[in-house]
T-cell receptor, first 115, second 113 residues
Framework: DQQVKQNSPSLSVQEGRISILNCDYT??????FLWYKKYPAEGPTFLIS?????DKNEDGRFTVFLNKSAKHLSLHIVPSQPGDSAVYFC??????????????FGQGTILTVHP | DSGVTQTPKHLITATGQRVTLRCSPR?????VYWYQQSLDQGLQFLIH???????AKGNILERFSAQQFPDLHSELNLSSLELGDSALYFC????????????FGDGTRLSIL
């Protein structure tokens, strides 16, 4: 039972254009969402997060949108740069009484930004 | 550099054996999280410790155990190893007790022969 899904295994974008990565979830108990970026042979790097009380959060070139009714979130990268080429993971968590640390990850989307 | 150190980087062993993976969190971080990444399962949460105490547990097998020591480093012990335990094991850390992993190490790749 995959509770967090990233249906696009890969995405290719031209430098300077917008990259939109999508993520769907099924568990209505999730109330905190995160995006991580991962380069080969490295661990994931935290990018941006959003609480379920918001529908948008922005940090520089990165914006995350949350649509709770559709159980959908997306990450927008504008403008895209070749250095953004990596695997992007969507993750979700629900407060477990003591911790939000139990993240459920999607399978990842490989983003390639062409010069 | 995330500041999280995992050792060893690679580990090759045989079925039935026991191994210990080590993690030193980023300086100042009190929380340590362990995740397993296998080819077919993606990143799976194993366990979260805060300042030496267990905070949350995922689908961690009974053959696996972890602890966080007073100096805040953590160890993940895997015993009676099976072929299916071959995976990348990531450690992550964060400052607080209720938050999410912010900084990941580069992982330990465990190969069971």
């Amino acid at each position: 039972d995959q509770q967090v899904k990233q249906n696009s295994p890969s995405l290719s974008v031209q430098e300077g254009r917008i990259s939109i990565l999508n993520c769907d979830y099924t568990n209505s108990m999730f109330d905190y969402f995160l995006w991580y970026k991962k380069y080969p042979a490295e661990g994931p790097t935290f990018l941006i997060s959003i609480s379920s009380i918001k529908d948008k959060n922005e940090d520089g070139r990165f914006t995350v949108f949350l649509n709770k009714s559709a159980k959908h979130l997306s990450l927008h990268i504008v403008p895209s740069q070749p250095g953004d080429s990596a695997v992007y993971f969507c993750a979700a968590s629900a407060y477990g009484g003591t911790s939000y640390g139990k993240l459920t990850f999607g399978q990842g989307t490989i983003l390639t930004v062409h010069p | 550099d995330s500041g999280v150190t995992q050792t060893p980087k690679h580990l090759i062993t045989a079925t039935g054996q026991r191994v210990t993976l080590r993690c030193s969190p980023r300086s100042g971080d009190l929380s340590v999280y362990w995740y397993q990444q296998s080819l077919d399962q993606g990143l799976q949460f194993l366990i979260h410790y805060y300042n030496g105490e267990e905070r949350a547990k995922g689908n961690i097998l009974e053959r696996f155990s972890a602890q966080q020591f007073p100096d805040l480093h953590s160890e993940l012990n895997l015993s009676s190893l099976e072929l299916g335990d071959s995976a990348l094991y990531f450690c992550a850390s964060s400052v607080g007790q209720g938050g999410q992993p912010q900084h990941f190490g580069d992982g330990t790749r465990l190969s069971i022969l």
